[in-house]
């Protein structure tokens, strides 16, 4: 609506604005009401992944020396098991960090714009990443434990990430509306910066 009509009243005396929020009083409590129950149970779940990438992190497969030295370390799979497993500590505590920040939000109808979806999808994606690079880190720790031949690690590889596109699909609207968030973002970063620096 045009800025010039904002602080125009209706018959009863209200602004848009206050007419909006008592029209939707009960949407914006039932909004809430989500937003938190979601929150709230994928914090949970990322707070199981990262208990799971941390305690990964100090039984490293197949067990230590007398130093302790972990005894599989030349092989590149544990290479690679110890990259996922961080990455996935490190996924899994930024999407608990990102979930407790909309938990901590006062939720008005002004953050249901644009910051608690940002919020919410990235919260998403993180943990989504986290449960992949949690799925390769389990993968590599079976393949280093028992020896198999190519054609059944590869068949394992496979079988372990069946669950990543399920997942992928499933939420794929949810990714759809987390990519807008971001042009929006980065349109907004260019705008600020042409403002500070122009060409």
């Known amino acids: 609506m045009p800025p010039h009509f904002i602080m125009h ?18 949407l914006l409590q039932s909004a809430q009401e989500w937003m938190k129950g979601t929150a709230q149970s994928c914090s949970t779940v990322a707070a199981l992944v990262a208990t799971v990438a941390y305690a990964a992190a100090y039984t490293a497969p197949g067990g230590y020396d007398s ?34 920040s909309i938990l901590t939000s006062p939720f008005e109808y002004q953050d249901f714009y644009r910051p608690l979806p940002f919020r919410l999808h990235l919260g ?6 986290s449960l992949v690079t949690t799925i390769l880190t389990f993968t590599d720790s079976v393949v280093l434990l028992i020896h198999l031949k190519k054609w059944t690690m590869s068949l394992i590889y496979v079988v372990a990430c069946l669950p990543v596109p399920v997942v992928g ?20 970063i260019r705008k600020i910066k042409f403002s500070i620096c122009p060409a």
């Open 67 to 100: 130093n302790g030295i972990p005894l599989l370390r030349d092989s590149a799979y544990f290479v690679t098991f110890a990259i996922t497993d961080t990455v996935s500590l490190i996924s899994s505590l930024a999407s608990l960090v990102t979930f407790l």
């Open 9 to 26: 009243h209706n018959h009863k005396g209200l602004t848009a604005e206050e007419l909006f929020n008592s029209e939707h009083a009960k």
């Open 169 to 188: 699909l499933m939420q794929f609207p949810l990714y759809k509306g987390f990519s807008q968030g971001l042009k929006y973002t980065f349109k907004k």
């Open 124 to 129: 998403f994606t993180l943990l989504f990443f």
